[in-house]
Each structure stands twice: as C-alpha cells, then as structure tokens.
C-alpha cells in the first residue's frame, strides 16, 4: 500500500473518501472443538480466480470457487485497484493466499482439513450492499455447508 504523503491530492483524496463499513456487530464465536478437528477454508478480497473463470471486473461484487486442490500456479489475480504493491504477491501468491501452508498445516494434524473450497471477492468496493445482502451470505451458507469450521480471512 502506498503512504498517503506520497499520492497525487487526487488519488489521496480518492482514498480518504471511500467508505469504511463499520460492524460492530459482529460477535467472537470460540471454536467449539480443537483447530486439530478442524476444517479450514480460505476467504479472500485478492481478485483471485482459476484461469479458467471470468476475470473480475472493477467493483464486481461476485465471487468466485476455488478448488482447495488448485495449484497456485492455475490462479489468476484481476484485481484492480492501484492501492496496493503486488509485486510480493506475483512473488509467492501465498502472501494474499496461503493456500500451501494451509495444507502443510492439515498434513502433521495441526489442522483437521482443508475445506474442499475457497472463495475470492473482488476487494476495493465502493458499495457493499450486494457482499452483504447476497453474495457474502452466498458464501456463508456455502461454508456451513461444505462444514468448514474456521475460515482464515486475507484482505487486499
């Protein structure tokens, strides 16, 4: 991410305007059994999509499915935004995704499972009412239903 004293008025300005969605709502709900039980699932806002897929678009509030057995060499990074580096990113796609430590992590038992999916969101949203309203609540349930325990979120 860029340090504000070093942006054009215009793109800082841009910056300090976009809206911040505040939830304080939202509750702490402790695990109810060991992370050694557990089945993980990775949530993303990194643009993140199989080579295959259609490409997000500026604001695209959809998401996109994952296989948990993709090879990180087969995704693909959309996202638009100017508000952060990538380049550490297009070194190691583990640093917005951790996707390979997640399964190094299932492999001695630290965690149970690796879900059998994730899910990417576009980040830099201007208007979150679709995440809210339809396509968070989309993932959400998708999640419950795939019976992920712990979902590890990475925000871009």
């Known amino acids: 991410m860029p340090r504000l004293d ?10 300090l ?8 709502a939202a509750p702490f709900t ?4 060991p992370l050694s039980d557990c089945t993980v699932a990775l949530v993303t ?3 993140l999509h199989c080579r295959d897929d259609k490409p997000f678009r500026k604001f695209d509030p959809g998401y996109r499915v ?7 060499s087969d995704l693909v ?3 638009t935004s100017i508000g952060f580096d990538r380049v550490p990113m297009q070194q190691d796609l583990n640093v917005v995704f951790p996707l390979d430590r997640v399964r190094e992590l299932a492999g001695p038992g630290a965690v ?10 576009m980040g830099a949203q201007n208007d979150l ?8 609540p989309e993932v959400a349930q998708r999640l419950v239903g795939e019976g992920v325990d712990v979902v590890v979120l990475t925000p871009t």
Not at 17 to 24: G, H, S
Not at 30 to 33: D, G, I, T, V
Not at 112 to 121: D, E, K, N
């Open 129 to 136: 009412s679709v995440v809210k309203q339809q396509t968070g």
């Open 45 to 47: 806002s990194a643009g």
């Open 66 to 72: 994952i296989p948990a057995d993709a090879h990180l």
């Open 17 to 24: 305007a976009l809206p911040v969605d505040r939830n304080e």
């Open 112 to 121: 149970g499972a690796v879900a059998p999916h994730c899910y990417s969101f």
């Open 6 to 15: 070093t942006l054009s008025d215009l793109s800082r300005n841009s910056i």
């Open 30 to 33: 402790p695990l109810s059994k």
């Open 77 to 79: 990074v959309s996202h």
